[in-house]
Every structure is written in C-alpha cells, then in structure tokens.
Nanobody, 115 residues
Framework: QVQLVESGGGLVQPGGSLRLSCSAS????????MGWYRQAPGKQRVLVAA???????NYADSVKGRFTISRDNAKKAVYLEMNSLKPEDTAVYYC?????????WGQGTQVTVSS
C-alpha cells in the first residue's frame, strides 16, 4: 500500500506558475502509475496528467503544452509543473497511485488562479 500527501498549492495570478508535489510513503512506489486529478467546485474530478512506472505520460487536452508531470522513484515523489495558469485551472488537485485492482488518493491541495 502507499499513502500520498500533496503540497505546493496556493494562490497565483493568471499566467503564473506553480509546482505541485506528491510524496509517497509505503513500499514499491515504482510499480504504480501516478496521476494528478483536479476537481473544481460543482464539477466532477477529472484526470489532468498521468505517468506510468516506466515514464510514459499523458495529459488532458486542456493542459497540454502548459503542464508537465514527472516522477522521482528514489524520492517516492511525483510532481506537476504548471505554467501559464488560467482561472479555469482553479481546483483542488489530487494525487493518485494506481495499479490493477488497487488505488490510493491523497487529501488534495487547493490551486486558485485569480488576479
């Protein structure tokens, strides 16, 4: 099993940048696909970006070219670099670890993009 804690959220102006971090505890972090999801008020939680255990990535169309997901298996961490932020990026961002038959979520970190 793996436990996840997100950090790095905050208030940023449109066009600004933030870097989210997700730290994992537990064993075998390297076997999991890791994802960043977000949930805006009144909306469903949606996938933002994911990275497999071998480093393959995929992104939601809305963030392609602006966000970058990466992982450091030695540090048991996954990151989300967010650039050119827009007000519509405002949401609670969640980290998820998953593998067939198992998933684990963090508690979320708030990102607010506003002038």
């Amino acid at each position: 099993q793996v436990q996840l804690v997100e950090s790095g959220g905050g208030l940023v102006q449109p066009g600004g940048s933030l870097r989210l971090s997700c730290s994992a505890s537990g064993s075998r972090f390297g076997i999991y696909t890791m994802g960043w999801y977000r949930q805006a008020p009144g909306k469903q939680r949606v996938l933002v970006a994911a990275i497999t255990n071998i480093g393959s990535t995929n992104y939601a169309d809305s963030v392609k070219g602006r966000f970058t997901i990466s992982r450091d298996n030695a540090k048991k961490a996954v990151y989300l670099e967010m650039n050119s932020l827009k007000p519509e990026d405002t949401a609670v961002y969640y980290c998820k670890a998953f593998k067939s038959g198992y998933d684990s979520w963090g508690q979320g970190t708030q990102v607010t993009v506003s002038s």
